[in-house]
């Protein structure tokens, strides 16, 4: 009887999980592999007080894009402005530097990108924000940022949006051959729009 029983909520929890990702859903053929947060038990209440390594992946059209993280919480602090100044570079999570890898060469901002792994930092304002990827991804938060090994900045306007209590990332695929890189927190997300050819 208690076999069963565990077996039958076993199985609730793998269909619940499958329920709660409907961005797994596959349409070209690629592998997608998204917003893994550890620890990966939503059945887990989140206590961790630190912010926790985190990765979202997802291969369009043959393209893997991967972003590499560590995913502070609210925990009802004043994220914007207080926590995380305006108008300063921010590391766009916690520890060491966000790091974007795209296996093809790709385009942001308007430029020509080539293929490899980046640091993905912000310059957060009250009206726009400004994105900035640079050479050094391997890096602690920004304490050794240097403006001169930036690749490339764009303006993208934050929206605002339901509570997010732990800064998350997601890849949505836009198109054929583009996609927007979404980072969301708190009451705000901000969509970084990338392609290829």
Same mark, same amino acid.
């Given at each position: 009887?208690?076999?069963?029983?565990?077996?039958?909520?076993?199985?609730?929890?793998?269909?619940?999980?499958?329920?709660?990702?409907?961005?797994?859903?596959?349409?070209?053929?690629?592998?997608?592999?998204?917003?893994?947060?550890?620890?990966?038990?939503?059945?887990?209440?989140?206590?961790?007080?630190? +912010?926790?390594?985190?990765?979202?992946?997802?291969?369009?059209?043959?393209?893997?894009?991967?972003?590499?993280?560590? +995913?502070?919480?609210?925990?009802?602090?004043?994220?914007?402005?207080?926590?995380?100044?305006?108008?300063?570079?921010?590391?766009?999570?916690?520890?060491?530097?966000?790091?974007?890898?795209?296996?093809?060469?790709?385009?942001?901002?308007?430029k020509k990108i080539p293929a490899g792994k980046y640091a993905l930092f912000t310059i957060p304002g009250q009206q726009e924000w400004i994105v900035i990827l640079n050479k050094n991804w391997e890096q602690?938060?920004?304490?050794?940022?240097?403006?001169?090994?930036?690749?490339?900045?764009?303006?993208?306007?934050?929206?605002?949006?339901?509570?997010?209590?732990?800064?998350?990332?997601?890849?949505?695929?836009?198109?054929?051959?583009?996609?927007?890189?979404?980072?969301?927190?708190?009451?705000?997300?901000i969509g970084i729009p990338l392609s290829w050819n």
């Amino acid at each position: 009887m208690f076999k069963t029983i565990l077996l039958s909520c076993c199985a609730a929890m793998i269909m619940l999980a499958a329920c709660e990702n409907p961005g797994s859903a596959n349409t070209s053929g690629d592998t997608i592999v998204q917003n893994t947060i550890k620890p990966t038990n939503k059945t887990i209440k989140d206590t961790a007080r630190k +912010s926790i390594p985190a990765t979202a992946s997802r291969r369009v059209n043959g393209n893997l894009l991967t972003v590499n993280y560590h +995913s502070p919480a609210v925990r009802g602090r004043i994220i914007w402005g207080g926590l995380v100044p305006y108008d300063q570079v921010w590391v766009t999570g916690a520890h060491m530097a966000t790091s974007l890898e795209v296996q093809k060469d790709f385009k942001m901002g308007g430029k020509k990108i080539p293929a490899g792994k980046y640091a993905l930092f912000t310059i957060p304002g009250q009206q726009e924000w400004i994105v900035i990827l640079n050479k050094n991804w391997e890096q602690h938060l920004a304490d050794e940022y240097d403006a001169a090994q930036d690749v490339v900045r764009m303006n993208v306007k934050p929206q605002q949006s339901a509570h997010q209590e732990r800064l998350m990332y997601e890849i949505d695929q836009t198109g054929e051959n583009k996609c927007m890189l979404i980072m969301r927190w708190e009451k705000l997300r901000i969509g970084i729009p990338l392609s290829w050819n």
